[in-house]
């Protein structure tokens, strides 16, 4: 028997979409309705029509919503929520030519650590500098296009804050580190970075709690480099700066800047400056 | 409406070549025509309306989105049941709690493979075929409704029922004894 030729009868179509229609019956009907168009015209109104109006409305929406960004893709992927995911993205420090200015950065460090000891004094003082510029870009009225969108966001700014900034530690430490791998010295000391960068990207973090970000990563790179070099001509060794003493006032400033940052959260000082 | 006037006419097939080019109006128009039945056959598969809602919404999504996975034969309708039965598995995966309705039995679905014999044993040609799938239990219907009208296979409709694979075969084939004794 054709489809076309034969019709569920309306009273079945109607037990059908009740749920009275017994089983042979009903799965007749499923059968009929995947090839006949007139039988499933003649169920639709049976089905809510509420329900079907919402749930276009969320079709809409998913059908509107942009494509991802890859880095949104990749934290999606890696179990963060979307909306955490979409504010993650638009830090300025996580966009693509972000990643791309830290890694000529790093090349060029790096090219200039394999030539002399001076060159690898260059790189261990360029890495930290670069997780504080990204700390700062994160931050910025001027470089965060999501700044004003941030201020009126029913997100707290503190748990922003502290998501960027571990996003952009994150990123950043990883290409830093990806990179001291190819230094031509010692392993220890191809790690040296580290501290001092952790150190001058919490520094930074408590500093703009009072200033402009980008006023407190200058002042924060500029105490830093002035220090490598009182460092340098203090111990007359090239490295000066990286020996137990710099890793330890590295450990220290950690600690205090933590703790301004826990202070200041709890005086909502963060969300204040936001808001004024 | 000028959307209704663009795509009134236009037949299934076509109004899926339309998505694929990026088409909502085509979309609008295909969610008119096959979002209730989905909806009212869904809702015999599964008791929370909530996650109903949420598989016909996957599903139009997933069309719109896989429109040239279309291969261009067969009813559409029977495509977009493929995919609303397999996104309700999925659903059913992440919220195994929510309650199945086992209710309808099997007939040779269109659209969907199946063997020669399954054709021929569950055909609706047969007049005797409604009453001796009614006498089937519930649990051998449940497996011929999902293996032959929902077109699952064996490891599909073990997870939508919440058996073993080898529970789906045996069943299936205690189902077939059943039917085939009641038609000879």
């Given at each position: 028997m054709?489809?076309?030729?034969?019709?569920?009868?309306?009273?079945?179509?109607?037990?059908y979409?009740?749920?009275?229609?017994?089983?042979?019956?009903?799965?007749?009907?499923?059968?009929?309705?995947?090839?006949?168009?007139?039988?499933r015209?003649?169920?639709?109104?049976?089905?809510?029509?509420?329900?079907?109006?919402?749930?276009?409305?969320?079709?809409?929406?998913?059908?509107?919503?942009?494509?991802?960004?890859?880095?949104?893709?990749?934290?999606?992927?890696?179990?963060?929520?979307?909306h955490?995911?979409?504010?993650?993205?638009?830090?300025?420090?996580?966009?693509?030519?972000?990643?791309?200015?830290?890694?000529?950065?790093?090349?060029?460090?790096?090219?200039?650590?394999?030539?002399?000891?001076?060159?690898?004094?260059?790189?261990?003082?360029?890495?930290?500098?670069?997780p504080?510029?990204?700390v700062?870009?994160?931050?910025?009225?001027?470089?965060?296009?999501?700044?004003?969108?941030?201020?009126?966001?029913?997100?707290?700014?503190?748990?922003?804050?502290?998501?960027?900034?571990?996003?952009?530690?994150?990123?950043?430490v990883?290409?830093?580190?990806?990179?001291a791998?190819?230094?031509p010295?010692?392993?220890?000391?191809?790690?040296?970075?580290?501290l001092?960068?952790?150190a001058?990207?919490?520094?930074?973090?408590?500093?703009?709690?009072?200033?402009?970000?980008?006023?407190?990563?200058?002042?924060?790179?500029?105490?830093?480099?002035?220090?490598?070099?009182?460092?340098?001509?203090?111990?007359?060794?090239?490295y000066?700066?990286?020996?137990?003493?710099?890793?330890t006032?590295?450990?220290?400033?950690?600690?205090?800047?933590?703790?301004?940052?826990?202070?200041?959260?709890?005086?909502?000082?963060?969300?204040l400056?936001?808001?004024? | 409406?000028?959307?209704?006037?663009?795509?009134?006419?236009?037949?299934d097939?076509?109004?899926?070549?339309?998505?694929?080019?990026?088409?909502?109006?085509?979309?609008?128009?295909?969610?008119?025509?096959?979002?209730?039945?989905?909806?009212?056959?869904?809702?015999?598969?599964?008791?929370?309306?909530?996650?109903?809602?949420?598989?016909?919404?996957?599903?139009?999504?997933?069309?719109?989105?896989?429109?040239?996975?279309?291969?261009?034969?067969?009813?559409?309708a029977?495509?977009v049941?493929?995919?609303?039965?397999?996104?309700?598995?999925?659903?059913?995966?992440?919220?195994?709690?929510?309650?199945?309705?086992?209710?309808?039995?099997?007939?040779?679905?269109?659209?969907?493979?199946?063997?020669?014999?399954?054709r021929?044993?569950?055909?609706?040609?047969?007049?005797?075929?409604?009453?001796?799938?009614?006498?089937?239990?519930?649990?051998?219907?449940?497996?011929?409704?999902?293996?032959?009208?929902?077109?699952?296979?064996?490891?599909?409709?073990?997870k939508?029922l919440?058996?073993?694979?080898?529970?789906?075969?045996?069943?299936?084939m205690r189902?077939?004894?059943?039917?085939?004794?009641?038609?000879?």
């Open positions: 054709r489809a076309d030729t034969w019709h569920a009868d309306a009273a079945s179509l109607r037990r979409a009740e749920g009275t229609l017994g089983p042979a019956a009903s799965a007749s009907v499923e059968s009929h309705l995947l090839a006949c168009a007139a039988c015209g003649g169920v639709a109104p049976a089905a809510p029509a509420a329900r079907l109006d919402a749930i276009w409305a969320q079709i809409e929406e998913a059908v509107d919503t942009p494509r991802r960004r890859p880095v949104e893709r990749a934290l999606v992927r890696l179990g963060v929520h979307d955490t995911a979409r504010l993650l993205a638009a830090t300025p420090s996580l966009t693509t030519a972000w990643l791309l200015s830290v890694t000529a950065s790093l090349v060029f460090a790096l090219a200039a650590a394999q030539s002399t000891p001076r060159g690898v004094l260059l790189f261990l003082a360029v890495a930290p500098v670069l504080v510029a990204g700062a870009a994160a931050f910025g009225r001027d470089t965060d296009p999501t700044y004003d969108v941030a201020l009126a966001a029913p997100y707290p700014s503190f748990r922003l804050l502290l998501l960027r900034t571990a996003a952009v530690l994150a990123s950043t990883l290409l830093v580190g990806l990179a791998l190819l230094l010295t010692a392993p220890g000391l191809a790690a040296a970075w580290l001092p960068a952790l001058l990207s919490t520094a930074t973090l408590a500093l703009s709690a009072r200033v402009p970000a980008a006023a407190a990563a200058g002042a924060v790179v500029a105490l830093w480099l002035g220090a490598l070099f009182t460092a340098v001509r203090a111990t007359g060794s090239t000066g700066a990286f020996g137990v003493v710099g890793q006032a590295c450990l220290a400033l950690i600690a205090i800047s933590i703790a301004l940052i826990s202070g200041l959260h709890r005086r909502a000082a963060f969300d400056r936001r808001e004024s | 409406m000028t959307v209704d006037a663009m795509t009134a006419e236009r037949s097939a076509e109004l899926v070549a339309a998505l694929a080019d990026g088409n909502r109006a085509a979309l609008a128009e295909l969610y008119a025509r096959h979002a209730p039945w989905l909806l009212l056959r869904l809702s015999r598969r599964c008791a929370d309306p909530s996650l109903v809602d949420e598989v016909v919404q996957d599903t139009f999504v997933a069309v719109w989105k896989g429109a040239h996975r279309w291969k261009g034969d067969g009813e559409v029977a495509w049941w493929g995919i609303g039965i397999r996104r309700l598995l999925d659903a059913l995966r992440r919220r195994p709690q929510a309650a199945l309705v086992l209710i309808d039995s099997g007939d040779g679905a269109l659209g969907i493979e199946q063997s020669a014999e399954e021929v044993l569950l055909s609706i040609q047969y007049g005797d075929l409604g009453p001796a799938l009614d006498r089937l239990s519930p649990e051998l219907r449940a497996v011929v409704q999902a293996t032959v009208l929902d077109g699952l296979t064996t490891r599909e409709a073990a939508l919440g058996i073993p694979s080898g529970t789906v075969k045996t069943r299936m189902a077939k004894a059943q039917l085939r004794e009641a038609l000879a």
